[in-house]
């Protein structure tokens, strides 16, 4: 048999941190570009569920 049990755990060990060095590079070089305009954006909504969720919890809380 070409690959045992022992074979394709050995496959995975060197194949697995080589896959997921790739697509860690490939992730970071991706989402490295971020415009002005995408980052003001996502602040804004970021602070806009914040405030949902605060107003939220003020109604939940007085009843």
């Not at 941190?17 to 590079?25: R, Y």
């Not at 002005?36 to 969720?53: G, L, P, S, V, W």
């Amino acid at each position: 048999m070409l690959l045992d049990d022992n074979g394709i755990w050995g496959a995975v060990v060197v194949i697995g941190p080589i896959v997921l060095t790739l697509v860690i590079g490939w992730a970071m070089l991706r989402n490295r570009g971020a415009t002005r305009h995408e980052i003001e954006r996502t602040e804004a909504a970021t602070k806009a569920m914040y405030d949902e969720q605060n107003r939220e919890d003020i109604a939940r809380d007085n009843g």
